[in-house]
């Protein structure tokens, strides 16, 4: 008999179906995000605000780009099919990544699993809200964002109004797919091997095979569509591409279903669309069956964290870790003691490289300066051309090694506070003041990241022909910029911490992230730009023989001075800054 | 002239809005003392231990350690502190040793101090043979005695401990109450511990402070704590729960 059948005589109580209470739960947890101290309403509005003004900002930027290529005659038309199945082969694998990383958190590794896991809650209704999750975090971000491209396709089009119903259906189609592949994925990599460790492996794989493709990207450099001596050759680029549009790729079956609602001869839109959503429901019924059948045992086995315990001490056992009596023996040969900085360097340089969840950021970085440099060479192609002077291709670039130095900041110093994690009590308890925690780690990222902007600065000014001087003082603007945008990065990320997050990738998408992000472009753009008239004013007087005159001098001294100054003034201020409330904030 | 109190706390408050989890507390833990405190769930015990470990602020009040105002003095405060919180979270991915190295380098100690003194307290703790294996491949239990080991490396003066016996093994429990008798017995070291378990508190504590709502609601020793309870024979068990509930009807 149901426990919750009402007696005779009373009112039937309405039960609450498991998977009902499951999406209730988190729909509700979302709910209450602006109640918790860590969010807060005014922390919400500020991030719609920003989201808002970057969407409408994609939106205008996406049909100004698109009314441009549809004006060419005779292919225009033509380019826009070939960029609209670029863009829709972009956000499915760019979704299918994000699937695959929040698959293994959302069926294995989150938190309330292991209390879900011991409800009686039956296999459909787990796996439908689970997979409702992974779906709902894993496409949201990417689809918010990709939509502004989709709506400038219809408007440039002149699209009827049914062509932004089919839009829908075929975004959700995008979201379920991918999804659903990345569920059955997880359950048959987590079979034969745990689940944190398929992971780490995936996402590095994964991580690598998208850096790869988005510098293959970039490489085809699509601003060419705009000039038209350069439109031939990449036409020929993007053929390898249109052959790619197969008929088994959902993103093709999302092509077809947009193309026959806005192409030259509206077509009867029902079986592209039908196909996709027919396609996505197949994926959910086979993934749920996927599921049923395998995941408690894949789950089990997640569980198994004792795994690496026996796997270590086997090894011990074998002889390959090392003793205590060697571990002493080895310290006490050495002198004196290590230093605050130096323990606290060691400790984020041998947990980074033990961390293989952290490794994926490495390569992004490396994707955005692969990127940089490919995109160098055109920048250096526009200055050919004498569109922009010399030297404002000079500043360009330098602005451009400042973005590299923000983002890299946002990848690395950002999240170095949070990354402490639940084990901050640690540090916050040493007799250190939290000034020096930061400064310790100013001080152990201060020197790769000044020698990554010297080396591109160097390199990319080489290649200009700048000249010693011009080298030289870019180096040194850039250094500064650097290490004031560190210190930002640390203070911002003392200031709004994100210790419970299971994944390092998160940490800087954050509010605390948008902030830092806008905060170190402002900051390197306003030094690059102060930097410009003292710079010149040097290099006539130097390389040129033109002695400054007093005006040029009563402008370059004081902007010179606040180049300098600035960022470092403004870098130690956010240090401190973050440090103090940090400790008013308390764990 | 008496030693000045290791623990002085004087008309701390903590307000989190409008709520009130510390009630204005007063009290003061002795060298060489073990003081327990008690209390139910939400009466304000780990807001009060993270506030004299520094890991909290307090709205109001005043808290000494050793004679280091906790707040003005943080940093020397902290140096003679240990603490030792109810769920070791540290870095899983250090090995124990490094962990060590880590924990003695924030407290200035030199390569040989840590060495010597780190391989003491993890063959105290059973745990020399996993010196050199990753955290991440702990029990809780482990995790739990290498914060022990941690939390006496630098030869604190002060212990605070929150939950002792939580994830412990009765090997790894009745070790923690001897180390606590043998430092105490020397006058090394102070104890300020909250527990939910009663028997050790009856076991180890010198003196008891029983806390509701955010506010100290008896202190004193076990024969004070009968003799305010009317109870001459009776457990500390029985004390606690009559006097909570003298509170809550009061």
Known sequence: MRADRAPAGEPAARSVGPLRALLRAKARMLANYRRSDAGGWRRVSALLVFGLAFWFGLWAGAEWFLSRVVEIEPIGVSMVRRLLSMVLLFVFSILGFSSLVAAFSTYYLAEDLRLLMSKPIPAYALFTARFVENTLSASWMTLVFASPFFIALGRVMQARPDYYAVMGLVLVGLAVIPSALATILSLIVTFPFSARRARQVLVFLGTGLLAVGFVLLRELEPERFLNPDARAPMLEALEPLQSAEQAWLPSTWALDALWSRIGPRVTAGGQPVLTLLSGAAAAFFIAGWAFRLMHRRAFSKAQEGMDLREELGERRRRGRGRSLARLVAQREARRGGPSFWQVMAAKDRRSWLRDTTQWSQALLILALIAIYVVNFRYIRSV????????????????ALSAFVAVAVCARFAFPAISLEGRAFWLVLRSPQPLEAVLRAKWRALAFPLLLLVNVLVVTTNASLEAGWLLTLTASIVASVIAAGVLGVALGLGARYPRFAIDNAAKIATGFGGVIFMVAGITLALGAVIASAQPTLTLVRAIEQGYPPTPRALAWALPLGLMTLGLPLWVGRRSLNWGARKLRERGI | ?????????????????????????????????????LGPNGAGKTTTMRMITGLLLPSAGSIEIDGHDVLREAEAAKAVTGFIPDRPYIYEKLTAFEFLDFVGGLHGLSWREIATRGRELLETFALGEWADALIETFSHGMKQRLVFCAALLPRPRLLVVDEPMVGLDPRGAKLVKSVFRDLCADGELSVFLSTHTLEVAEEVCDRIAILRRGEIIAMGTMDELRSRSAAEQAALEDIFLQLTEEARES
């Not at chain 1, 200055?383 to 330098?398: E, K, P, Q």
């Not at chain 2, 008309?11 to 003061?28: I, P, Q």
Request: glycine residues 16%; positive net charge.
């Open chain 1, 383 to 398: 200055g050919d051309t004498g569109i922009i002077s010399r030297n404002g291709l000079h500043f360009t670039n330098l």
């Open chain 2, 1 to 37: 002239m008496s030693a000045p109190a290791m623990i002085r706390v004087s008309g701390l408050r903590k307000t989190y809005g409008r709520f009130e989890a510390v009630k204005g507390l007063d009290f003061e833990v002795r060298p060489g003392e073990v003081f327990g405190f």
